[in-house]
C-alpha cells in the first residue's frame, strides 16, 4: 500500500480527516449516541446495549479516546467514559466551519 503523503496536507486537513475516519464506523456513532443519551458516564453496559462482544467494544472505545472525543476514569473494576466537553465543542466548530463553506455549484457539472 501506498504512502498517505500526510505532510503534504495542512493540520486542519489531517485532522478533519483523522476526525471523519473516526466517525466513519456505526459502531462509533453508536457509542458516542448512547453516551450522550445517558447524560452521565457509562460504565460496561455497551456489550448489552449494541449487542457487541466486549473486545471490539473496547477496541472502538480506545479510537474515540485516541482522538480524544471521550475520557475516562477508572471506578473500581469498571472504566467510566463519558464526552470530553472542550473536544466535542471544537469538533463542534471545526466541522460546522467545514461544512458552511460556500460552494459555487451553478456554472458546473
Known sequence: ???T????FSEEQNR????FKV???PARIAI???IINQKACICNDLVEELGL???TISQHLKELKNIGIIKGSIEG???CYCIDDE???TMQTELGLFFTQDIQSESCC
Open 1 to 3: 500500500m501506498g504512502l
Open 5 to 8: 503523503k500526510t505532510e503534504i
Open 16 to 19: 478533519l480527516a483523522k476526525l
Open 23 to 25: 466517525l466513519g464506523h
Open 32 to 34: 458516542l449516541q448512547h
Open 53 to 55: 462482544a466486549q473486545a
Open 77 to 79: 473494576k469498571s472504566v
Open 87 to 89: 473536544v466535542w465543542k
